[in-house]
């Protein structure tokens, strides 16, 4: 697998982003996988605020389906859940902003159909992925990790049950999230800070299958675990969690 990341101008609020893509992307190889983060696609559509005109707490309440107040822990960081994610602040983040907190785009899923559709056009690929990612932190890890909030044109799971281990132990609940490992690996190489790389290519991935046309939502749904069915249920399941006015 090779993870190649992209250097592209300072994005600025009034930018387009295909316009972006189409000058930093010089060509696409079959069977490749664009990556983007969220904060481009989030500025290029307008998703942002003036960091003076409302409290960064309060947009996070909009933005987030549940949240836990950031007075609850040392770091005065608000733990929310969005489009079904668990991750801090609910997407609204102010760096690399330039004065604004910057949200996610309003239509994660959309976003990313379109853009893989521009981009097979532009290019002229029939297989070909789009991811776009953003950092988030881990339970009992420090430091942050790349997620996927959206993806389209590939399968994001991979289903091992039914299928034998290495000794001939049928697999019984074993699933691969492709789309988590590859968002990982994306934001390592893109960076966190100053980079100044907010879009990637992965190619030579062979493991990955590919499909053409957006994702249904049937395969969007097989990609998320219902609240009372996650192994985690217990910890969303106690009072600390507020109902916020997102999803």
Not at 20 to 37: A, D, G, M, R, Y
Not at 228 to 242: A, H, P, T
Request: hydrophobic share 35%.
């Amino acid at each position: 697998m090779k993870v190649e990341a992209i250097k592209t101008k300072k994005i600025k609020p009034g930018d387009n982003l295909f316009d972006i893509l189409f000058k930093s992307i010089k060509k696409l190889p079959e069977k490749s996988i664009v990556v983007i983060t969220s904060k481009v696609v989030g500025i290029c559509e307008g998703r942002i605020v003036s960091i003076d005109e409302e409290k960064k707490e309060e947009l996070i309440k909009k933005e987030a389906y549940l949240y836990i107040p950031s007075s609850r822990n040392k770091y005065h960081i608000v733990l929310s859940i969005k489009n079904k994610s668990l991750v801090s602040s609910a997407g609204v983040d102010e760096s690399n902003g330039g004065g604004y907190f910057v949200l996610w785009p309003k239509n994660p899923q959309k976003s990313a159909n379109s853009i893989r559709e521009m981009l097979s056009k532009k290019y002229k690929v029939k297989n070909l992925g789009v991811m776009i990612t953003d950092s988030k932190s881990i339970p009992l890890r420090r430091g942050a990790v790349g997620t996927a909030i959206a993806h389209s044109g590939f399968s994001a799971v991979k289903n091992y049950i039914g299928k034998k281990d290495v000794f001939g132990r049928k697999f019984k609940v074993q699933k691969s999230n492709v789309l988590e490992n590859l968002a990982g690996a994306s934001v390592a190489v893109m960076g966190e800070g100053s980079e100044q790389t907010p879009i990637a290519i992965i190619s030579d991935i062979g493991f990955v299958k590919f499909k053409k046309g957006n994702p249904s939502q049937k395969e969007l749904s097989e990609n998320y675990v219902k609240f009372e069915d996650d192994l985690f249920y217990e910890l969303f399941n106690n009072k600390l969690w507020v109902k916020g006015k997102g999803l």
